[in-house]
């Protein structure tokens, strides 16, 4: 590990904080600049349809209506995507969603704009509905996905495998197998703040956004490919942002384009934010799976061979699911050996809302699967789990399925002892076992899942990031990253890394919030990866000035740079007082010395082929255990989740706070998920469109979290750093229904666990409803032609 | 039309129309935008204030029916310096604070907390706290940061009463 660290690692605190509790911080809806309009879309209230007419003349004679845009005031008609040309700003001839936005309208109040809204004329006419993912690949099926030329299924969005061996003939011979299907259901994002975006037009004919995207560089690089400008005409600066976990891409991207758009046509600024109920709609969510596993071990607990087949539903465009799909594929297996492994995972088109990135990337759902069915099995072999689990995890040296040996920092092992005393899991575990057999209603159970993850973004994409590094005039230090930080709290962990490199205190730095114009494109701020790759740039940046610095430090003190040592901020040599970083600072000026640095981190290639399914996929893994204690009674089938252990292996931890911070809210996530988010869509109406119909965890839902990090070393992380933000949540849920099965002795295949599923092993029918919710923000002034 | 009413220790009177909501006119008629929305159907919390001392979403309570009343915001919460008081300060201490959004709702929702029960449980602060929502935190820095304020304010008091 690196040697001794003052700042990196010690207690500090959030660079934003001061501000978000005076109530100061501007988020997208605060902001108000004069002459603004107010925009609003029309949007689509059914799920599959062809656009027959579209009027727009109406509308634009409302009074208070400033213009109105369609798929025609962009490029090429507004079609954009981040990994398939699928989508588009604004729908074009078709609609895919209910909640596709189909024209936009910008007003003096939001009332007129809602008036034009009202006057646009629009026809639809419905097709058929695909809203079951495994009839998608049917030869029949309703295309939802683009036409394709080369053959392939079009509703197929992308198919990924891992192969090692040939695991279903190993199987056969096992002793002991288990053969399971699950279900993982579509999770909404539910960020207290709403997508939004303003935009301001200037007279030369540029325009500056401010938007809730989790990545200004691919907002600006969509904008200016689909207003056909160039990068000089588009600023995007990102205000605070409340809350992302994934989901603020593709819909603050295309909310973006439209402000941009209508600020162009009417020449002012124009807003637009979203009620909870049209950010539901509009917006999406985590992809739901189902998966089946086979899985076979040998009588003395050793695990052989898993198959691990999976459709995702990816609603009605690629989004994210292009890449969740990969990560999902390469996690499936768990963190264990086996001699043979097959995972086959394909995401498919349908008209159920749309899927992209969320927490986890697709390891939250496959864990959910692995890590019940590696329960499931130590059960049968009368195995206890956390030993099962032992014997089973990777270790230093072992080679997962993929091909990957691991050389380096798996802290796994250590995790997983760490949780089991932490827990008393031996002890609790056989106590609750004995409770159980009484005649208590109330039953206690004790659950564990084990997990790993790929660092950053692995062969997801091209991984690098930039930083600047300035000293101010006022001997302050101006630092800027390209990578977004929307509460996770990458600014304070820059801010360290910084002060840390500089020697100087973090209260002498000024982290600015990324600014296309101001700061260098990093790729996205997704995957985790803000800490090691943008923490990377950070830290050479700011070795990079030091070095200038200690140039000028070594000139007074009249020695060599390596001879300076600091006390404070001060500098001293091997003889002499002490000078104050002041005085260095305008000694370096006086030298002439420019004291600044921009610095690149390119994270190593790794190496994965798609065609064999083998390889690196990742340069290095989270690890991490947690155990779950549950009680459920079953009079009502109210589960409560009593105390939550967790151990991660997040390498290094630059900022402590921040880090426990984001696994409580992982663990949260992934109470939510395991016991009550769900996003219903019936036929493809989604049905539960604010916080009373889509429930997530209140304060007295979650426990107190005991936590805590197993230290190693990422060699490639700085000061041996891995990721926090994802894996906090990945083991969560099946953790939880671990327990459950502890308790009650069944196992719930199906998330969330509801009460119905606790009481009666099975869900309730839900009456068909086929119709949208009447919410006040949906205009349902779209004539749908009668269905044949 | 015209409300009068005590709008953070301040004497205020505002023309606006009259069915709109309290959200509505702190943040678009009087610019105070530390109160924040999230669902606008009385679920979230974001939007809480405190209204003749007692926590409410501002969501569902018209604006005309604070006529004459004292309503107090995140804009009111500060200490005797203008900079944060004991509890924003333990807030920022416990890490309790990550996207921000929620927590001038959370302010508001402990101090209507504390300033009617002097020694809350943690469970008892779950409770308090749980018309409040949260997606980043997971909850429970905020329970430590409610709960070091509470210990304190005792401590005072007790001194107080001590010397008295
Ligand atoms: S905005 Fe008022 S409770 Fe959510
Ligand atoms: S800090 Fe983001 S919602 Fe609470």
């Given at each position: 590990?690196?040697?001794?660290t003052?700042?990196?690692?010690?207690?500090?605190?959030?660079?934003?904080?001061?501000?978000?509790?005076?109530?100061?911080a501007?988020?997208?809806g605060?902001?108000?600049?004069?002459g603004?309009?107010?925009?609003?879309?029309?949007?689509?209230?059914?799920?599959?349809s062809?656009?027959?007419?579209?009027?727009i003349?109406?509308?634009?004679?409302v009074?208070g209506?400033?213009?109105?845009i369609?798929?025609?005031?962009f490029?090429?008609?507004?079609?954009f995507?981040r990994?398939?040309?699928?989508?588009?700003?604004?729908a074009?001839k078709?609609?895919?969603?209910?909640g596709?936005?189909?024209?936009?309208v910008?007003?003096?109040?939001?009332?007129?704009?809602y008036?034009?809204?009202?006057?646009i004329?629009?026809?639809?006419?419905?097709?058929?509905i695909?809203?079951d993912?495994e009839?998608?690949?049917?030869?029949d099926?309703?295309?939802?996905g683009?036409?394709?030329?080369?053959?392939?299924?079009?509703?197929?969005?992308v198919?990924?495998?891992?192969?090692?061996?040939?695991?279903?003939?190993l199987?056969?011979?096992?002793?002991?197998?288990l053969?399971?299907?699950y279900?993982?259901?579509?999770q909404d994002?539910?960020?207290?703040?709403?997508?939004?975006?303003?935009?301001?037009?200037?007279?030369?004919?540029?325009?500056?956004?401010?938007?809730t995207?989790?990545?200004?560089?691919?907002?600006?690089?969509?904008?200016?490919?689909?207003?056909?400008?160039?990068?000089?005409k588009?600023?995007?600066?990102?205000?605070?942002?409340?809350?992302?976990?994934?989901?603020?891409n593709?819909?603050?991207?295309?909310?973006?384009?439209?402000?941009?758009?209508?600020?162009?046509?009417?020449?002012q600024p124009?807003?637009?934010?979203?009620?909870?109920?049209?950010s539901?709609?509009?917006?999406?969510?985590?992809?739901?799976?189902?998966?089946?596993?086979?899985?076979?071990a040998?009588q003395?607990?050793?695990?052989?061979?898993?198959?691990?087949?999976?459709?995702?539903?990816?609603?009605?465009?690629a989004?994210?699911?292009?890449?969740?799909?990969?990560?999902a594929?390469?996690h499936?297996?768990?963190?264990?050996?086996?001699?043979?492994?097959?995972?086959?995972?394909?995401?498919?088109?349908?008209?159920?809302?749309?899927?992209?990135?969320?927490?986890?990337?697709?390891?939250?759902?496959?864990?959910?699967?692995?890590?019940?069915a590696?329960?499931?099995?130590?059960?049968?072999?009368?195995?206890?789990?956390?030993?099962?689990?032992?014997?089973?995890?990777?270790?230093?040296?072992?080679?997962?399925?993929?091909?990957?040996?691991?050389?380096?920092?798996?802290?796994l092992?250590?995790?997983?002892?760490k949780v089991?005393?932490?827990?008393?899991?031996d002890?609790?575990?056989?106590?609750?076992?004995?409770?159980?057999?009484?005649?208590s209603?109330?039953?206690?159970?004790?659950?564990?899942?084990?997990?790993?993850?790929?660092?950053?973004l692995?062969?997801?994409?091209v991984?690098?990031?930039s930083?600047t590094?300035?000293?101010?005039?006022?001997?302050?230090?101006?630092?800027?990253?390209?990578?977004?930080?929307?509460?996770?709290?990458?600014r304070?962990?820059?801010?360290?890394?910084?002060?840390?490199?500089?020697?100087?205190?973090?209260?002498?730095?000024?982290m600015?919030?990324?600014?296309?114009?101001?700061?260098?494109?990093?790729?996205?701020t997704?995957a985790?990866?803000a800490?090691?790759?943008?923490?990377?740039?950070?830290?050479?940046?700011?070795?990079n000035?030091?070095k200038?610095?200690n140039?000028?430090?070594?000139?007074?003190?009249?020695?060599?740079?390596?001879?300076?040592?600091?006390?404070?901020?001060?500098f001293?040599?091997?003889?002499?007082?002490?000078?104050?970083?002041?005085?260095?600072?305008?000694?370096?000026?006086?030298?002439?010395?420019?004291?600044?640095?921009?610095?690149?981190?390119?994270?190593?290639?790794?190496?994965?082929n798609?065609?064999?399914?083998?390889?690196i996929?990742?340069?290095?893994?989270?690890y991490?255990a947690?155990?779950?204690?549950?009680?459920?009674?079953?009079?009502?089938?109210?589960?409560?989740v009593?105390?939550?252990?967790?151990a991660?292996?997040?390498?290094r931890?630059?900022?402590?706070?921040?880090?426990?911070?984001?696994?409580?809210?992982?663990?949260?996530?992934?109470?939510?998920?395991?016991l009550?988010e769900?996003?219903?869509?019936?036929?493809?109406?989604?049905?539960?469109?604010?916080?009373?119909?889509?429930?997530?965890?209140?304060?007295?839902?979650?426990?107190d979290?005991?936590?805590?990090?197993v230290?190693?070393?990422?060699?490639?992380?700085?000061?041996?750093?891995?990721?926090?933000?994802?894996?906090?949540?990945?083991?969560?849920a099946?953790?939880?229904?671990?327990?459950?099965?502890?308790?009650?002795g069944?196992?719930?295949?199906?998330i969330?666990a509801?009460?119905?599923?606790?009481?009666?092993?099975?869900?309730?029918?839900?009456?068909?409803?086929?119709?949208?919710?009447n919410?006040?923000f949906?205009v349902?002034?779209?004539?749908?032609?009668?269905?044949? | 039309?015209?409300?009068?009413?005590?709008?953070?220790?301040k004497?205020t009177?505002?023309?606006?129309?009259?069915?709109i909501?309290?959200?509505?006119?702190?943040?678009?008629?009087?610019?105070?935008?530390?109160?924040?929305?999230?669902?606008?159907?009385?679920?979230?919390?974001a939007?809480?204030?405190?209204?003749?001392?007692?926590?409410v979403?501002?969501?569902?309570?018209?604006?005309?029916?604070?006529?004459?009343?004292?309503?107090?915001?995140?804009?009111?919460i500060?200490?005797?310096?203008?900079?944060?008081?004991?509890?924003?300060?333990?807030?920022?201490?416990?890490?309790?604070?990550?996207?921000?959004?929620?927590?001038?709702?959370?302010i508001?929702?402990?101090?209507?907390?504390?300033?009617a029960h002097?020694?809350?449980?943690?469970?008892?602060?779950?409770?308090?706290?749980?018309?409040?929502?949260?997606r980043?935190?997971?909850?429970?820095?905020?329970?430590?940061?409610?709960?070091?304020?509470?210990?304190s304010?005792?401590?005072?008091?007790?001194?107080?009463?001590?010397?008295?």
């Open positions: 590990m690196d040697k001794k003052k700042i990196v690692g010690e207690p500090s605190k959030r660079v934003d904080a001061l501000e978000k509790v005076l109530g100061t501007r988020y997208i605060d902001y108000k600049v004069p603004m309009l107010y925009a609003r879309v029309l949007r689509s209230s059914h799920p599959h062809k656009i027959v007419s579209l009027d003349s109406k509308a634009e004679k009074p209506v400033r213009a109105v369609t798929c025609q005031d490029v090429n008609n507004g079609c995507g990994f398939m040309n699928d989508q588009f700003i604004l074009y078709k609609v895919r969603y209910a596709e936005g189909i024209a936009a910008a007003a003096d109040t939001p009332e007129a704009a008036q034009g809204i009202l006057a004329e629009c026809i639809l006419e419905p097709l058929p695909l809203s993912m009839r998608a690949l049917d030869p099926a309703p295309q939802v683009p036409d394709r030329v080369d053959g392939v299924h079009p509703n197929l969005v198919h990924n495998i891992v192969h090692k061996g040939e695991p279903l003939e199987i056969q011979d096992c002793p002991v197998q053969e399971r299907k279900h993982t259901p579509h994002h539910a960020y207290l703040e709403t997508e939004g975006a303003l935009a301001i037009p200037f007279s030369d004919g540029s325009l500056t956004i401010y938007s995207d989790q990545s200004p560089f691919i907002n600006q690089s969509i904008l200016m490919q689909v207003l056909g400008l160039p990068q000089t588009i600023r995007v600066i990102q205000p605070v942002i409340g809350g992302s976990f994934g989901g603020k593709d819909l603050s991207y295309q909310t973006s384009a439209q402000v941009a758009a209508l600020a162009l046509k009417t020449g124009v807003r637009m934010t979203f009620s909870r109920e049209e539901t709609i509009a917006g999406y969510m985590r992809d739901a799976m189902n998966m089946y596993v086979r899985i076979g040998d003395d607990g050793t695990l052989r061979a898993l198959s691990f087949l999976g459709i995702l539903d990816s609603g009605a465009y989004s994210g699911s292009y890449l969740t799909t990969w990560r594929c390469i499936a297996t768990g963190a264990y050996r086996f001699d043979a492994a097959h995972v086959d995972l394909k995401s498919v088109y349908t008209n159920n809302g749309y899927s992209g990135a969320f927490r986890g990337y697709g390891n939250t759902e496959v864990c959910f699967a692995i890590e019940q590696i329960d499931e099995l130590a059960d049968r072999l009368g195995i206890d789990p956390i030993e099962f689990r032992l014997k089973n995890c990777l270790k230093l040296g072992d080679t997962t399925p993929h091909g990957h040996t691991l050389k380096e920092s798996v802290g092992t250590e995790c997983i002892e089991r005393a932490l827990s008393d899991w002890a609790k575990r056989k106590a609750f076992s004995k409770h159980n057999q009484t005649s209603s109330l039953r206690k159970g004790l659950g564990v899942a084990i997990f790993f993850h790929g660092v950053s692995g062969a997801e994409g991984d690098n990031a930083s590094i300035q000293v101010n005039g006022d001997y302050t230090i101006s630092l800027s990253s390209g990578l977004t930080d929307y509460g996770q709290g990458s304070t962990v820059y801010t360290l890394i910084a002060a840390e490199e500089l020697g100087v205190n973090p209260d002498r730095i000024i600015y919030r990324p600014d296309t114009d101001t700061s260098i494109s990093s790729g996205p997704v985790s990866r800490t090691v790759v943008g923490g990377n740039a950070a830290r050479l940046a700011a070795q000035l030091a200038i610095i140039l000028a430090a070594a000139d007074i003190l009249h020695c060599r740079p390596d001879q300076l040592q600091r006390v404070g901020e001060s001293i040599g091997p003889d002499e007082e002490p000078v104050s970083w002041e005085m260095v600072i305008q000694h370096a000026r006086q030298m002439g010395l420019i004291l600044s640095n921009q610095s690149k981190w390119e994270a190593p290639q790794i190496d994965w798609f065609e064999t399914g083998q390889g996929p990742y340069y290095a893994y989270h991490g947690q155990v779950a204690e549950v009680e459920v009674d079953l009079d009502t089938g109210k589960i409560l009593k105390d939550i252990w967790a991660h292996d997040a390498g931890v630059i900022f402590p706070q921040g880090a426990a911070g984001q696994l409580y809210g992982g663990i949260a996530q992934g109470i939510g998920y395991a009550m769900e996003v219903i869509y019936d036929d493809g109406y989604l049905q539960n469109l604010n916080f009373n119909e889509y429930t997530i965890p209140t304060a007295c839902d979650v426990p979290i005991h936590g805590c990090f230290e190693t070393d990422n060699p490639i992380g700085p000061y041996g750093a891995k990721n926090i933000a994802e894996p906090a949540m990945v083991p969560t099946p953790a939880v229904l671990n327990a459950v099965a502890h308790a009650t069944q196992r719930i295949y199906e969330p509801s009460l119905e599923k606790v009481l009666l092993m099975r869900d309730l029918q839900r009456p068909a409803q086929h119709n949208l919710p919410h006040k949906l349902t002034r779209q004539k749908i032609l009668k269905v044949q | 039309m015209n409300i009068a009413f005590k709008l953070n220790g004497k009177s505002v023309t606006i129309p009259e069915d909501t309290l959200l509505t006119m702190l943040r678009e008629h009087l610019n105070l935008t530390g109160t924040k929305q999230g669902c606008e159907i009385g679920e979230c919390g939007c809480s204030v405190l209204l003749d001392g007692k926590l979403n501002s969501c569902l309570v018209l604006a005309p029916q604070v006529e004459g009343r004292e309503v107090v915001t995140i804009e009111g500060r200490g005797l310096d203008g900079g944060p008081n004991d509890l924003q300060q333990n807030f920022i201490d416990h890490g309790a604070i990550q996207c921000g959004y929620c927590t001038p709702g959370m508001l929702a402990s101090e209507a907390l504390l300033s002097l020694k809350p449980s943690r469970s008892e602060i779950r409770e308090a706290l749980s018309g409040n929502l949260c980043c935190t997971g909850y429970q820095q905020i329970v430590d940061a409610v709960e070091a304020t509470a210990k304010r005792n401590l005072q008091s007790e001194g107080q009463k001590n010397n008295g």
